[in-house]
């Protein structure tokens, strides 16, 4: 901490401190996505294998 000339405390920026900041604020929401996304494709895809799986027999779902 530093005292500026009206005897205000002022916190000294570090690089350090503006470094790992802007790392936690671009990769925070990043990691937010890519779950949200492999969440949604993970659901997508368990969802279609059980409406393949409880296809009839000749369908065209069924593939014959």
């Known amino acids: ?3 500026d000339e009206g ?3 002022m ?5 350090r401190d ?3 900041r ?3 604020f671009i990769t925070g929401p990043a990691f937010v996505r890519v779950g949200v ?3 949604v494709v993970g659901l997508a895809g368990f969802g279609l ?9 000749g369908s ?3 593939g014959h």
């Not at 916190?11 to 690089?15: A, E, F, G, M, S």
């Not at 294998?49 to 027999?57: E, K, P, Q, R």
Request: charged share 10%; aromatic share 12%.
């Open 37 to 39: 996304l492999a969440l």
């Open 11 to 15: 916190p000294r920026l570090r690089l």
């Open 22 to 24: 802007g790392a936690l």
């Open 18 to 20: 503006v470094l790992l």
């Open 60 to 62: 065209w779902l069924y």
């Open 49 to 57: 294998y059980h409406l393949v799986d409880d296809a009839s027999y």
């Open 7 to 9: 005897g205000v405390i």
């Open 1 to 3: 901490m530093a005292l």
